[in-house]
């Protein structure tokens, strides 16, 4: 914080470069057992979670992440019924996932107690997927819980903070051997995939270890204004062979969109997001 302003910014991931946002009013500043917890009220972007120094939601953007994190799987699948969260502990993921008219059940994994309870209380639009009968939250390690759970999954969507901490093992390849092991024959994961802009050799390395496991790998992305650089990226793939994931397999009506309330994914940005710039495209082999 700097005066009535916050500021996310890291000299060794971000050096030379900051992104503000104007603090109206600090609602939960604490350090829990796995990571630094800021949520603030803005002045132009509502409610603000912040993670270890690094925006993690706002009220204003969190639906370009939220939905496209969720539904770039869901509708990839023909019949995503069984789906496991990792993380996701604001309840957007969640949220979404269970708008999805063939989801089934959804089984979230989140470490952070602490994280879940503020969430609930401070950012109750996307708590609110936590509360759905179809979600059974599990408090605990995720690499953990897929050790130790022989469950198969459709749809697997680890929503992760950035690779610091806690979340550090989940970008690795053990992480993504274990999903593989327990997803269903043509069962898809996608996983929060980082900044095009800072990230691209990190980004490498994810997309290298994936296709010595899954048949079918890709990379999409959108822009998110609160995330550093103003993008985040997705790693998706498929143990189905030759899986096409930029054509949607499902495509909702414009009567569900506005049921299920959607305010960014539809068919035509589940499209976009596998359209990548030259240089990204290039350096991912896509």
Not at 29 to 42: A, V
Not at 143 to 165: C, F, H, R, T
Not at 167 to 182: C, D, G, S, V
Request: aromatic letters at 10%.
């Amino acid at each position: 914080m700097d005066g009535n302003w916050f500021y996310e910014k890291d000299e060794a991931e971000f050096p030379g470069q900051r992104f503000g946002l104007q603090v109206d009013k600090v609602l939960v500043d604490e350090k829990t057992k796995y990571q630094d917890l800021l949520i603030f009220q803005s002045t132009n972007y509502g409610r603000v979670m912040v993670l270890d120094g690094m925006i993690n939601s706002t009220s204003r953007d969190e639906c370009a992440y939220q939905e496209m994190i969720t539904f770039l799987p869901l509708n990839s699948h023909p019949s995503p019924k069984k789906v496991l969260i990792i993380g996701g502990g604001d309840g957007g993921v969640a949220r979404e996932c269970v708008k999805h008219p063939l989801v089934e059940s959804v089984l979230m994994v989140e470490i952070d107690d602490v994280l879940v309870e503020a969430s609930k209380k401070f950012l109750p639009d996307m708590a609110i997927g936590m509360s759905h009968p179809k979600v059974t939250l599990h408090i605990g390690d995720g690499l953990a819980y897929l050790q130790n759970n022989m469950d198969k999954y459709d749809v697997i969507i680890a929503d992760l903070s950035d690779p610091e901490g806690p979340a550090e093992k989940l970008f690795q390849e053990t992480f993504y051997k274990l999903m593989y092991e327990r997803l269903n024959d043509d069962g898809i994961i996608c996983c929060q995939g980082e900044c095009i802009w800072l990230d691209l050799e990190l980004i490498v390395k994810m997309l290298s270890f994936c296709r010595g496991m899954y048949p079918s790998v890709s990379y999409a992305f959108n822009g998110v204004p609160t995330y550093t650089c103003g993008s985040i990226g997705y790693v998706i793939c498929s143990k189905a062979k030759d899986k096409q994931f930029k054509e949607p397999v499902t495509i909702f009506s414009e009567e569900e969109k506005e049921k299920m309330k959607l305010n960014f994914y539809d068919e035509d940005i589940h499209r976009a997001a596998f359209a990548l710039p030259r240089f990204a495209r290039k350096k991912f082999k896509l």
